[in-house]
């Protein structure tokens, strides 16, 4: 009985030292520049309501002579209980910034591991957020796409999509893709990308989107259109599997680049003049 209880007691002290392990995480990384302010958005990705903030010691460098961007530290939780990472509640983020930041390219560190780039010269604010070695060791090399990516997209750009099906993914997507060169005149081209990828779920996010679920991302863009209005356009297709085993999209978005009026050149999510 003596050594039952001893052991009941061992077992109880290791199981309250495991409920407020500390844990670090830093899972994303999301530079944007404001004018000449940077401000990066350091994200501790999904976390469990079972976890509770305790500190950080998060760090920007910005070496503009090198042309780096190099955040530093961790974000601390202690862990009440199990993990359960699907509610995702207690995700935590921190926005540090700099000021005087010229327009450029930058290489972007974590610690001392290059995660990626952002080119501010593009794009101010990127389309999806860096991940560090965290979110790649238990997200695998899947991509990771911000929700608010096609915000400046037009989301419905052919009616009926919703109801197309098809066999393959060339199939499904037969009613753009066939479309394009429309003869042997000027100088048509496309290109295509295909990867997997699942949406990144920011925790100020509220939409009832299926977050959990990979799916297929699909951009493509097609130039050379022989239009006086449009000469160029840009589509991207969120596709899954129906409960047919036929391929179907979830999500459907377009930009055309315009041939002539004030936004001549760029890509925009209206109609061309």
């Not at 994303?28 to 350091?42: D, F, Q, T």
């Not at 976390?47 to 090198?66: A, F, I, P």
Request: proline share 3%.
């Amino acid at each position: 009985m003596t050594y039952s209880k001893l052991m009941m007691g061992t077992a109880i002290a290791v199981l309250a030292a495991q409920a407020q392990v500390a844990q670090a995480r830093v899972t994303y990384i999301c530079p944007e520049l404001h004018g000449s302010e940077l401000k990066v958005r350091v994200d501790s990705g999904c976390m469990s309501t079972s976890t509770s903030y305790t500190d950080n010691d998060l760090t920007l460098e910005v070496d503009q002579n090198t042309a780096t961007i190099r955040v530093t530290g961790d974000i601390e939780y202690n862990s009440g209980g199990p993990i359960h990472t699907a509610d995702c509640m207690g995700a935590t983020s921190f926005t540090l910034s700099a000021e005087n930041i010229d327009v450029r390219n930058f290489a972007v560190f974590y610690k001392n591991t290059k995660i990626g780039e952002a080119n501010f010269i593009e794009n101010r604010k990127p389309k999806q957020c860096l991940g560090t070695r965290a979110a790649r060791s238990h997200q695998g090399s899947m991509k990771f796409i911000q929700y608010n990516t096609f915000q400046h997209w037009d989301n419905n750009p052919l009616d009926g999509w919703r109801e197309w099906r098809g066999d393959s993914v060339f199939d499904l997507l037969s009613p753009v893709l066939d479309g394009h060169p429309e003869t042997m005149e000027g100088v048509p081209t496309m290109s295509m990308k295909m990867e997997k990828a699942k949406w990144h779920r920011h925790f100020s996010i509220r939409e009832r989107i299926n977050w959990r679920d990979p799916f297929i991302m699909i951009t493509f863009e097609q130039k050379g259109y022989l239009d006086d209005s449009v000469s160029a356009g840009r589509y991207a297709a969120a596709i899954r599997m129906d409960e047919n085993g036929k391929w179907k999209l979830d999500g459907f978005w377009a930009q055309h680049m315009c041939a002539r009026g004030k936004n001549a050149g760029q890509w925009t999510g209206s109609n061309c003049p």
